[in-house]
């Protein structure tokens, strides 16, 4: 922690030293992040709101889909995910290779999923699959409301 903020890189460095880590940290970010998610979909259901969505970029790898409706995921060719995070700052193709070795295959992910996000042809179009997306689970919902 530098100035009330944990230091990424510090944190990064010590995480490729010891990837046993990870679990520890885990064990301490998890059910932070599961309390804030539960107070924010119980927010939006006090709120009247149709639909809620949570950001789990570890969602197979943590359980967490089991705590979820539908599973949309986002996705993109290989060669395109690794430009595109190789683009961002302080990253490295040994970051990207940690990050990757923890995730599951992006076709799995893909299986898995109730609907499939693709970006690799832009964010219009992903827009547009993502109103798809609405449309879709809203249409479902109203099925369900009159039956």
């Known amino acids: 922690v530098s100035n009330g903020r944990v230091d990424r890189e510090k944190l990064a460095g010590a995480l490729r030293e010891n990837p046993a880590n990870f679990g ?32 789990i970029p570890l969602l197979f790898e943590t359980g967490a889909e089991s ?6 995921v986002v996705s993109c060719p290989p060669d395109v995910q690794r430009q595109r995070v190789l683009a961002r ?4 193709e040994e970051k990207f290779q940690m990050i990757l070795a923890r995730q599951l ?6 299986r898995r999923a109730n609907f499939v ?6 964010i219009p ?7 798809s997306v609405l449309a879709n689970l809203s249409a479902e919902r109203k099925g369900k409301d009159n039956a």
Do not use: N, W, Y
């Open 24 to 55: 520890k940290l885990e064990r301490i970010i998890h059910p932070l992040v599961r309390d804030a998610q539960q107070k924010f979909l119980d927010e939006q259901r006090s709120a009247g709101a149709v639909f809620a969505v949570l950001d």
């Open 67 to 72: 705590r979820v409706d539908t599973i949309v």
């Open 89 to 92: 700052p302080g990253m490295t």
């Open 105 to 110: 295959p992006d076709g799995e992910k893909r």
């Open 117 to 122: 996000i693709d970006t690799s042809r832009g």
């Open 125 to 131: 179009e992903a827009h547009e699959q993502v109103r």
